[in-house]
């Protein structure tokens, strides 16, 4: 597969809320082209993912 065609998938499964894989794509999308647009996706899916702050559960 290309890294354009592991970025589309990843998009699916985000859009599905399958995180683990929308990043296991993106990953392997950016290891095949380190200038995909998969390099954002992660960023934004990373930082989705540790917006969960421990604070507000725990005061």
Given at each position: ?59
């Amino acid at each position: 597969m290309t890294a354009e065609e592991y970025y589309k998938l990843g998009n699916t499964f985000r859009k599905e809320g399958n995180w683990q894989e929308a990043l296991n794509n993106y990953i392997k999308a950016i290891e095949l082209d380190p200038a995909s647009p998969a390099v954002e996706a992660k960023k934004m899916l990373d930082d989705i993912l540790n917006y969960y702050c421990k604070d507000m559960y725990n005061p």
